[in-house]
């Protein structure tokens, strides 16, 4: 297999990001995309998890 260097847009400045080693934090730019990108995925899953709990003591009253 050959190995081709793929660039995307970093997903929360949308600057380039190359998938190769320079890049540590890919498919951020930087650390600092990634910890901001990575606090909104935390803050949102933990809202799921909340109604989840919710959810599961309703199915349980079915039962
Ligand atoms: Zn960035």
């Known amino acids: 297999m050959s190995v081709k260097t793929v660039s995307l ?8 990001v190359m998938m190769t080693e320079a890049f540590p934090e890919r498919p951020f730019c930087s650390k ?14 933990y809202q799921i998890e909340g109604s ?3 959810a599961e003591s309703w199915s349980e009253d079915q039962r």
């Open 32 to 45: 600092r995309c990634k910890d901001i990108d990575f606090g909104d995925w935390a803050s949102e899953s």
């Open 9 to 16: 847009p970093c997903p929360n400045c949308g600057k380039t």
């Open 52 to 54: 989840d709990e919710s």
